[in-house]
């Protein structure tokens, strides 16, 4: 049983940073494989504002949000956007934006080494039990899955109640068609890169405050938030949350039934099954 | 009714392809003859390319059949239904951009339904230029060709592979009245040597000249069959492309 | 171009090629210590960017796996260094990769290549975990011992066979049915799969051929340190730093991985000796450079400057189209939508 309940509350922070992905992969159509460093600079930032201030991790977020918002902006209009412009076809753009992410994955443990060392940082906030059908469970783990299912209710109700949030996803269905109909593309599609990083980041934030990190973890949080994505289906938030459930829940049942090392190995699994039976995700659109 | 004598070459029996709620294809059935040039004509929209590419393979029908010589193909996919003898060419034409004419017409002829390599090809391949009007092309870049020449090529590539059937969706279109000519031409004299072609058009009068059976989509679904003097006075395909005061 | 026979240029390709080679292994006669390292380096790094290129230079799909596939088969030669002729063991090694390779190429390359890319970016990190497991539960140490003692000449006339094996395989794949049919794909794989081609087996089959290689590589050097661990041994640097390589060099050229492996691996010993701590940041500094500056390698940037000056040295008729229809036309060119 609590199983099921570390692994939902694992998932539903997991949502987050595959929120931010979807964003920026399925409205900006740019595959971000830095995704996981923005995780990571979220949960150091964290960090850093808790031991420096001793005020509740929560609060950091507000400060790490728009941070991660503004500095992902300034990335895609310096590096990202130039390739959209010059490249002459979709496939040629998402290769393009994958080698030039991962090169700025590179330069972001860089930068985090040069800032943070290769120490691993861990820090215990919240970490009281509560206890939740008669099993003792990290406070902070609760508290962030509810921090972040209200944050993933939030950005839900902005994406479908909003105008901002309609062209995002009018953008995601049909860049061209969006153009037609007088929506700035390009604008979006920054926005969307935008608002994606930072709520990876706050994801990072609230994940740091019951997991340990370091700066050489962002490859395995990307590839996660990408298999989720994929699970789910390109382009549709409600796939995202189903998918992070069951990635949380599917890494926690191997973790804890087989070796807490083969995380990663629950990750693939699900990505293999998802190739082979359905490629489109759970949610996705096939293209016919 | 087709006579006994002659062999059916494709069959399509109650083919329906539907997109979610969108029905493209509704209940398409017809047979096409050895030898015959079959004109697909309707409004646009009405499903005629979606059919195509039933036919073709890069789509799979939702339900329904397809025959090639009496052989099932249905969902077989394009690279099995290419093997069998179906070659096309493409609404907007596909180039193979870094390579050259030679090797773009090539490409049809190594893994279909004709198997050549090396001199065999070479020589097969040029020819098959020479058949479309572009004997000194061979080593021009596909960039550097106006776009009736790309489309020649490509026709080449579909001819490569020595077809059973061949598929000319929108052929024609995009060119102009001397370039329309040229093309015509073409169409006509591979029907002289007896190739058994579906030809997807607007262009009416290369329709009537080419064609000797025409069949009629609207909305995905077959609204006239004969010969195209015949269905392109039928009221009701009147009444699908210009509207009810007209028909 | 299909040729039935060997034409003179592919002709005097092949023996400066043979020549080349033939020169390469003098080197250890003349050379050791560090030089010879650098040496060995470079021949390693040549064969893995050479081996990467023949399925991600036709296909476009950017493989970050090679790590997965070194490493594996570093472990499988020093796993069964006492048990087994290390001829067999190469063999063994190369199976183990080939079998990875099937795996990984049947589920991903039959959808579109992004989703390739994805999981072979963690597909190193995930042996490595799997490997790390496998060794927990057995009750050995993650750690090999590998006790063979073989001399540094002969790790680099070792590789340099394997490097030109790798370029014989190459050149033979790019004038064959498989090669033409890659480049195809590459192309547009919707004419491909229109041409007969079955285009999911072409993939995995060159992915195998590709990702075996590696495997073997790993396989030979693994004896050079005496003690192979899953950290070194499946370490994604090798991976990252053979796609740099591959892409500096220029990735339609058999030999334009060469070309970027030299400059790459010399620059890359001033850095660990200038710059030890910055290593990662100046990689993502090298991809970004290739994306935005060198989009097409050295050998593109060198193309297009001989480019430039054929088409100054024709004047300015040669920018026209080429009019080569029987019957003249007079309309302009103009391109074709492609996707």
């Not at chain 3, 296909?59 to 790590?67: P, V």
């Not at chain 3, 063979?148 to 395989?169: D, G, K, N």
Request: net charge positive; glycine share 10%.
């Amino acid at each position: 049983m609590d199983i099921v309940i570390i692994g939902l509350l694992l998932g539903g922070t997991y949502a987050l940073m595959a929120m931010g992905l979807q964003l920026q992969y399925g409205v900006a159509r740019i595959m971000n494989l830095a995704n996981g460093e923005i995780l990571i600079a979220g949960a150091f930032s964290t960090f850093w504002f808790y031991s420096a201030t001793k005020a509740s991790p929560l609060l950091a977020l507000f400060l790490v949000a728009p941070a991660a918002f503004v500095l992902n902006w300034a990335i895609y209009r310096i590096l990202i956007y130039p390739l959209v412009r010059r490249a002459k076809s979709q496939g040629k753009l998402e290769v393009d934006s994958i080698l030039a992410t991962f090169g700025i994955s590179f330069i972001a443990v860089g930068v985090l080494l040069a800032i943070f060392g290769g120490q691993y940082l861990d820090y215990s906030y919240l970490s009281r039990p509560i206890f939740i059908f008669g099993e003792r469970y990290g406070l902070n783990r609760v508290v962030a899955f509810l921090a972040a299912a209200a944050l993933c209710t939030a950005l839900y109700l902005w994406l479908h109640k909003t105008r901002a949030g309609l062209a995002l996803r009018a953008v995601s269905v049909n860049p061209s068609a969006s153009g037609l109909v007088a929506i700035n593309v390009a604008q979006t599609s920054a926005l969307a890169f935008a608002l994606g990083g930072a709520v990876t980041a706050v994801g990072g934030g609230l994940l740091s405050m019951f997991l340990t990190f370091d700066v050489s973890l962002g490859v395995v949080f990307t590839l996660k938030a990408l298999v989720i994505v994929i699970l789910g289906g390109v382009g549709d938030i409600r796939g995202t949350i189903v998918a992070s459930f069951i990635l949380g829940f599917a890494e926690t049942a191997v973790a804890t039934l087989i070796d807490p090392g083969l995380t990663l190995a629950a990750a693939y699994i699900l990505f293999m099954i998802v190739l082979l039976v359905r490629p489109e995700g759970l949610f996705g659109r096939r293209t016919a | 009714m087709l006579s006994p004598a002659i062999t059916e070459a494709l069959t399509a029996a109650a083919v329906t392809k539907r997109f979610g709620g969108l029905v493209a294809v509704d209940n398409m059935s017809f047979k096409l003859a050895e030898r015959e040039v079959l004109g697909l004509i309707g409004p646009n929209g009405s499903g005629k390319t979606t059919m195509m590419n039933l036919i073709s393979g890069a789509l799979k029908p939702t339900s329904g059949e397809i025959s090639v010589y009496g052989e099932a193909v249905t969902g077989r996919g394009a690279s099995n239904v290419a093997r069998k003898g179906i070659a096309r060419t493409f609404q907007l034409v596909r180039m193979l951009p870094t390579m050259t004419a030679l090797e773009n017409v090539a490409a049809g002829g190594v893994f279909g339904h004709a198997r050549r390599w090396g001199k065999e090809l070479d020589d097969y391949a040029h020819a098959l230029l020479e058949r479309v009007g572009l004997p000194n092309a061979a080593s021009a870049p596909i960039s550097a060709l106006t776009y009736i020449d790309q489309k020649r090529v490509e026709l080449a590539r579909a001819l490569a592979s020595d077809p059973k059937i061949l598929l000319l969706d929108e052929w024609l279109a995009g060119l102009n009245l001397t370039e329309l000519k040229i093309g015509i031409t073409l169409i006509e004299r591979l029907r002289s040597e007896g190739c058994t072609i579906i030809i997807v058009e607007h262009v009416m009068h290369a329709i009537r000249s080419l064609c000797d059976r025409c069949i009629v989509m609207n909305s995905g679904a077959k609204i006239a069959e004969g010969t195209p003097a015949e269905v392109l006075a039928d009221h009701g395909v009147i009444r699908a492309y210009l509207g009810d005061e007209n028909a | 171009m299909k040729r039935f026979t060997l034409s003179a240029a592919e002709g005097r390709g092949l023996v400066i090629s043979a020549l080349l080679f033939a020169a390469a292994a003098l080197v250890p006669l003349i050379a050791d210590g560090y030089p010879l390292q650098i040496g060995i380096s470079i021949v390693m790094y040549t064969a893995l960017a050479t081996s990467w290129l023949l399925f991600s230079g036709p296909t476009n799909y950017i493989a970050l796996s090679t790590a997965a596939f070194f490493g594996i088969g570093m472990y499988t030669a020093a796993g069964g260094i006492d048990l087994v002729p290390y001829p067999v063991l190469i063999a063994a090694a190369g199976i183990a990769g080939a079998a990875l390779a099937a795996v990984v190429g049947l589920a991903t390359l039959r959808v579109s290549g992004v989703y390739f890319v994805i999981f072979s970016l963690g597909l190193a990190e995930l042996v490595r975990q799997v490997m790390t497991w496998l060794q927990h539960v057995l009750g050995t140490m993650s750690g090999l011992y590998v006790t063979i003692e073989r001399s540094e000449p002969m790790y680099y006339w070792q590789l340099l066979l394997l490097a030109a094996v790798i370029f014989l395989v190459g050149w033979r794949i790019g004038r064959s049915r498989l090669g033409f049919a890659l480049r195809i794909i590459g192309n547009d794989e919707l004419v491909a799969v229109h041409c007969g081609i079955n285009t999911a087996r072409a993939k995995v089959v060159l992915f195998i051929i590709s990702s075996t290689f590696a495997s073997i590589a790993g396989a030979l050097v693994a004896p050079r340190w005496g003690y192979v661990e899953p950290v070194v041994a499946f370490s994604p640097f090798v991976s990252f730093q053979v796609v740099i390589m591959a892409l500096l060099g220029g990735t339609h050229r058999l030999w334009g991985p060469l070309l970027g492996v030299i400059p790459f691996v010399l620059v890359w010993e001033l850095i660990a000796v200038y710059f030890p701590n910055q290593t990662t940041l100046l990689l993502g500094v090298c991809f970004l450079l290739i994306v935005y500056v060198i989009p097409n390698g050295l050998i593109g940037l060198v193309e297009d400057a001989m480019n430039r000056r054929r088409k100054h040295a024709a004047g300015p008729a040669a920018a026209l189209p080429i009019d080569i229809s029987a019957n003249a036309s007079a309309q302009p060119a103009v391109t074709a939508d492609k996707k």
